[in-house]
């Protein structure tokens, strides 16, 4: 009878079975509908009229270069992005100096604002009319409408990525390790790389991913710096839309397709790199439960 | 390694932590620096780490002036409140962390052995290859004191060692820490606000109020003639009183107090749970509260004036709430109130 009992009473924590199973079943459908079903149809539309059709899109010279610069654009981006966040963030969390509060404010900036406006902004600093335009036409330096400045405008917009990740974590640590490590004579590059960074790895990955989707992915900021020169300086992304204009509906969606696959091996990537990492000599995840060893002292 | 503080001055932003402070460790030496939280004794012992930097006044480790040279250079080993333990790193590779980064080469046989003498040291033998997260608070602490040992360090700093761990590890731990001391003879310096711990650990215990020290001395002499009411107050439980001398004799709360080294004018007399007599004496009381504990009777008594004093009895002390009795104040430490 306790049994019973013990079977019709609600949870102690949490809610009744009915509200628990609707609120399960309302996210699995708005999932399916909002996230997955788009993705599916990509795939299903780019290879509507058979692989053939799609593979000589995907073959097409303009297609080809631009993936080809939106690969380059985020091989330049999300490294320097990656040690610009590692940089900032280790300065926000283990310094103290003027202008750290403004600095936090600074590497936000790109969240609030919209890319298009950054890239208007890349416009006038290294435009013909802009600031360092006509220095720059007079030494041959192309920034502008070429691959320089799509990589700005992406470094602009992702900025903060990193950074953003590794600074919640690196306050939480606080500077206990790394003063431990130099009190045990550890120079400031060793305490980096075997203190520091060890502990911040998963954070960074994550944030270097986020990075890399949104540098492949970024339009508004680079479609202005970038002219949209088919076959010189459009990436996947610009290239999508121009092929959609043409009425190409296949070839819109097999490039689409081709971004898709790239975002997909970004994150199949990080997922392999976190469970490689988290097998290796069984190390535990920093962020695991701790497990209380019995007290063994006399 | 002797170590000597000259007018060592430190401030944070506009608030200032340490004033003009002035010690000297001798070689060896096991010092306690006690006080409550804010008192400035951990910036004192970063300075002395070279984690902090002093805003004036001089540092010598022997006779080398030390306030300069950064921490990395500087040779001490540093126990942190919550160990510091790198997580993603095993006990031995925490303990073998000084010795590999160190400017003195050392051979991968050097280094394991030294881990398994260290490990040995500290009671560990066979953890080794655990991880930080793995084991208990107290090993986590002995793991870091082996971390530090591990680079002969002249100086060992400790910066409330035992705070974060339960009363029996933290007597045991107390009493352990002591014998290797004894056995290494290293200078060892440590923090703590727990005057328990000063007294029962250290040769000399250093008592600091807002950045100054204000007593130092063998746990006997600050015992036995603390100079202040902050210090009486702060080793222990005592009960203040306060009343007019005259010729050796305090008058308080209806009764009487010996004060004999006193002048006469308005004192105040700090009294601790040993030092009254029940049933003696002229100073009235009624109990107001029993709390029984294992070794003996703790008294609450309420005096004439309200003050409430607390008084130690033995075990088999027949007493309860309600009774009236006269008290007698055995010994005390009286100070005369400016």
């Known amino acids: 009878m306790s049994k019973y009992l013990r079977k019709a009473k609600p949870p102690r924590v949490g809610d009744a079975p009915a509200v628990r199973r609707s609120l399960i079943a309302f996210v699995l459908l708005v999932g399916a509908v909002l996230i997955l079903a788009p993705l599916v149809v990509i795939f299903v539309q780019a290879f509507s009229q058979g692989f053939s059709t799609f593979a000589r899109t995907i073959a097409q010279p303009d297609t080809r270069h631009a993936i080809f610069m939106t690969v380059a654009t985020a091989l330049i981006a999300v490294p320097i992005n990656t040690a610009f966040g590692i940089a900032a963030a280790w300065a926000i969390t283990k310094f103290d100096f003027p202008g750290k509060r403004l600095l936090t404010v600074v590497i936000e900036i790109p969240f609030s604002i919209s890319p298009i406006v950054a890239g208007v902004a890349y416009l006038f600093v290294y435009g013909l009319q802009g600031v360092f335009g006509p220095a720059l036409q007079a030494a041959d330096i192309k920034i502008l409408f070429a691959l320089p400045g799509i990589v700005l405008a992406s470094m602009f917009v992702t900025a903060p990525f990193v950074a953003r990740e590794l600074i919640p974590l690196m306050q939480a640590q606080g500077r206990d390790l790394e003063e431990a490590a130099t009190s045990l004579g550890a120079s400031g590059w060793r305490t980096f790389f075997s203190v520091t960074l060890p502990n911040i790895r998963w954070a960074m990955l994550y944030g270097v991913v986020l990075c890399n989707a949104r540098v492949m992915g970024e339009f508004g900021a680079v479609s202005v710096v970038s002219g949209n020169i088919r076959g010189q300086t459009n990436t996947l992304p610009l290239h999508v839309e121009l092929l959609y204009h043409d009425y190409q509906t296949v070839g819109a969606f097999a490039a689409a397709s081709i971004l898709t696959a790239l975002a997909l091996v970004t994150i199949v990537a990080k997922v392999i790199l976190e469970h490689q990492g988290a097998g290796r000599a069984g190390r535990p995840m920093l962020a695991g439960p701790a497990v209380e060893a019995k007290e063994t002292h006399q | ?338």
């Open chain 2, 1 to 338: 390694m002797k170590i000597t503080l000259d007018t060592v001055v430190k401030t944070f932003d506009t608030f200032r932590a340490v004033h003009g402070v002035s010690l000297e460790i001798e070689s060896g030496e096991l010092i306690a620096l006690l006080g409550p939280s804010g008192s400035g004794k951990t910036t004192i012992l970063r300075m002395v780490a070279g984690l902090e930097y002093a805003d004036s006044g001089s540092i010598l480790f022997g006779d080398k002036d030390a306030t300069d040279i950064p921490v990395r250079d500087r040779g001490v080993g540093f126990v942190f409140q919550h160990y510091a333990l790198f997580p993603h790193m095993t006990v031995a590779e925490n303990i073998a962390f000084g010795m590999k980064v160190s400017k003195r080469k050392r051979s991968r046989e050097e280094i394991a052995t030294r881990v398994t003498e260290l490990l040995a040291l500290v009671r560990l033998e066979g953890l080794g290859d655990r991880f930080p997260t793995q084991i208990s608070g107290g090993q986590r602490q002995r793991v870091a004191l082996a971390r530090a040992l591990a680079v002969d360090p002249r100086v060992l700093l400790l910066d409330e060692p035992f705070g974060a761990l339960d009363a029996n590890v933290r007597r045991d731990l107390r009493r352990w820490l002591r014998e290797i001391h004894d056995q290494l003879g290293i200078t060892t310096l440590f923090v703590t606000h727990d005057q328990e711990e000063a007294l029962d650990l250290a040769d000399r215990v250093v008592i600091l109020e807002q950045g100054r020290i204000v007593q130092e001395g063998t746990p006997e002499e600050v015992c036995r003639r603390p100079n202040s009411p902050f210090v009486t107050k702060f080793l222990g439980d005592a009960h203040r009183l306060v009343g007019p001398v005259t010729s050796g004799s305090a008058r308080v709360a209806g009764g009487t107090v010996a004060v004999p080294s006193l002048p006469d004018g308005q004192a105040e007399i700090f009294v601790r749970p040993a030092d009254l007599s029940w049933g003696e004496g002229d100073i009235p009381a009624e109990v107001t509260r029993v709390i029984d504990r294992p070794d003996g009777r703790r008294v609450v008594v309420r005096l004439e004036d309200g003050t409430t004093l607390e008084l130690d009895m033995p075990p088999e002390t027949r007493i309860e709430k309600g009774d009236r009795q006269t008290l007698r104040v055995r010994r005390a430490h009286a100070f005369p109130l400016a």
